[in-house]
């Protein structure tokens, strides 16, 4: 019964490899996004969808590309791998668009690591 | 650009003690979000507080939001071992159905038993 939930939990690849993360939220809620933590646990926002439309698009490599067939699911599609992608990507979830009193349901994160 | 900045940027406490967190911003807000992220796992909602409140309490929690000096506080009364986590504070602002928060680095906080 987990609320937000992504896989997979850890994600060990190549350089140059292409890998997708998941996740699917049981919430309800209108609003997913994706977040990137870096090594100094910098969180920063990179994608967010409202209602399978997407809605923020930060000053991200086109080599990621989110995709949402439905409002309970929003993955994560990453090309050509490099070293520097490797941290820890959540998803979360809100009712609306969380910067208008929501809060955030997170995931619990992966764990990318590009050899 | 990023918003919110915590300091300290890590705190060691003893147990009982009371921890004190702070965060400024740079640019207009609508709420303030405090988050804490137990190692290795996703971060968890702690407490909101709007931009027209000055003083928000949860429980062991009490936060505070200054808007003139775009500042807030987050404390953590007696505090436990349990606390140990890293603590962040996000910042809200939207305009219609362009709505983000935007989080700041964190604070790591150490309870000694």
């Known amino acids: 019964d987990t609320a937000v939930s992504q896989t997979p939990k850890y994600l060990v690849t190549q350089m140059g490899n292409d890998k997708s993360i998941k996740c699917e939220q049981n919430l309800g809620h209108d609003t997913m996004y994706w977040y990137k933590q870096d090594s100094k646990k910098f969180l920063k926002i990179m994608f967010s969808y409202n209602n399978k439309e997407l809605i923020i698009n930060e000053t991200v490599p086109n080599r990621f590309s989110p995709k949402s067939p439905d409002k309970a699911h929003l993955n994560l599609h990453i090309n050509s791998l490099e070293l520097g992608d490797s941290a820890v990507y959540f998803c979360?979830?809100?009712?609306?668009?969380?910067?208008?009193?929501?809060?955030?349901?997170f995931g619990s994160g992966t764990q990318l690591s590009v050899l | 650009s990023q918003q919110g900045e915590e300091d300290p940027q890590a705190l060691s406490i003893q147990e009982g003690e009371n921890a004190t967190m702070n965060c400024s911003y740079k640019t207009s807000i609508n709420n303030l979000q405090w988050y804490r992220q137990n190692s290795g796992r996703g971060l968890v909602h702690l407490i909101l507080i709007r931009s027209n409140e000055r003083e928000k309490h949860s429980g062991r929690l009490r936060v505070t939001l200054d808007t003139s000096k775009k500042s807030s506080s987050l404390l953590i009364t007696a505090s436990r071992a349990a606390d140990t986590a890293s603590y962040f504070c996000?910042?809200?602002?939207?305009?219609?159905?362009?709505?983000?928060?935007?989080f700041g680095k964190g604070i790591t906080l150490s309870v000694r038993p």
């Open positions: 979360a979830s809100s009712p609306l668009g969380g910067a208008g009193g929501e809060k955030l349901f």
């Open positions: 996000a910042t809200g602002f939207h305009t219609g159905a362009n709505s983000k928060l935007t």
